[in-house]
């Protein structure tokens, strides 16, 4: 208990740390994710406007990238984090590689909560003359809200753990804490701690996700 104490500024630091890197790379991956996922809902060959050759490129490459270990991607990209924040290690620079990992992760939710939607509601607002953009925002991005919260929070969730991995390459964070505290000085309770509390941030998260996901959901 004694030893957890002395570490409490150590571990502060670090909770804040884990936020700084979701609170970053999750908005930016909806705010990129989510049109990019409209785009290949739209662009799919049977879409509204199919382009079935630039769409299977665009979406080879959003497999390829969701598909990459992030460990790999992590060390692979480490050039052009540098180029973007100008250093390798520390928070800034875990932000880098969780976002290009994060976009087209959250693209593909997107894409798919759509596409569970069905045609008819598309095809009824077509028939009414609505333009591509008004089905966009009126239909398929207010029928697929409560889908879309959750895949955030799916996306929020799996990335939480992704954080910690940049503890291994000095990025900061809950896993960098319980690597260096817990794991290289083989001291068990730091370690059980860090678990601990990134149980209890994954919890937090999947509990208010779900929440605000049937808050939304007309259909309840």
Same mark, same amino acid.
Request: charged share 10%; no cysteine; hydrophobic share 55%.
């Given at each position: 208990?004694?030893?957890?104490?002395?570490l409490?500024?150590?571990?502060?630091q670090?909770? @804040?740390?884990?936020?700084v890197? &979701? *609170?970053?790379?999750?908005?930016? !991956?909806?705010?990129f994710?989510t049109p %990019?996922? =409209?785009? @290949?809902?739209?662009? !799919?060959?049977?879409g =509204?406007?199919p382009?079935?050759?630039t769409?299977?490129?665009?979406s080879g490459?959003?497999?390829? $990238?969701?598909?990459?270990?992030?460990l790999i991607?992590?060390?692979?990209?480490i050039?052009? /984090?540098? @180029?973007?924040?100008?250093? /390798? $290690?520390g928070?800034?620079?875990a932000?880098?590689? %969780?976002?290009?990992?994060? =976009?087209? +992760?959250?693209?593909?939710?997107?894409?798919?909560?759509?596409?569970? %939607?069905?045609?008819?509601? $598309?095809?009824?607002?077509r028939?009414? *003359?609505?333009?591509? *953009?008004? &089905?966009?925002?009126?239909?398929?991005?207010?029928?697929a809200?409560?889908? &879309?919260?959750?895949? =955030?929070t799916?996306?929020?969730?799996?990335?939480?753990? +992704?954080?910690?991995m940049?503890?291994?390459? #000095? #990025?900061?964070? &809950?896993?960098?804490?319980?690597i260096?505290? *817990?794991?290289?000085? +083989?001291e /068990?309770?730091v370690?059980?701690? !860090?678990?601990?509390?990134?149980?209890?941030?994954?919890t937090?998260?999947?509990f208010?996700?779900t929440?605000?996901?049937r808050?939304?959901?007309?259909?309840?």
């Amino acid at each position: 208990m004694e030893r957890l104490i002395e570490l409490q500024p150590e571990l502060v630091q670090a909770m @804040l740390e884990t936020f700084v890197m &979701i *609170g970053v790379a999750i908005p930016l !991956a909806v705010l990129f994710g989510t049109p %990019l996922g =409209i785009w @290949l809902f739209l662009h !799919a060959p049977g879409g =509204i406007a199919p382009t079935p050759r630039t769409h299977a490129v665009v979406s080879g490459i959003v497999n390829m $990238v969701r598909s990459f270990p992030f460990l790999i991607l992590l060390i692979a990209i480490i050039p052009f /984090t540098r @180029l973007i924040v100008g250093t /390798t $290690v520390g928070t800034a620079a875990a932000i880098v590689p %969780l976002t290009i990992n994060a =976009i087209p +992760y959250f693209a593909r939710l997107v894409e798919q909560n759509i596409t569970q %939607l069905g045609s008819g509601a $598309v095809e009824a607002s077509r028939a009414m *003359g609505a333009t591509r *953009g008004q &089905i966009i925002r009126n239909v398929l991005l207010v029928d697929a809200k409560p889908a &879309i919260i959750g895949s =955030i929070t799916i996306t929020t969730v799996s990335f939480i753990s +992704y954080s910690a991995m940049v503890g291994l390459v #000095g #990025g900061g964070g &809950i896993g960098d804490f319980a690597i260096r505290y *817990g794991y290289y000085r +083989y001291e /068990t309770a730091v370690m059980m701690v !860090a678990i601990v509390l990134m149980i209890a941030l994954v919890t937090f998260v999947q509990f208010s996700g779900t929440r605000v996901a049937r808050l939304t959901d007309k259909r309840a």
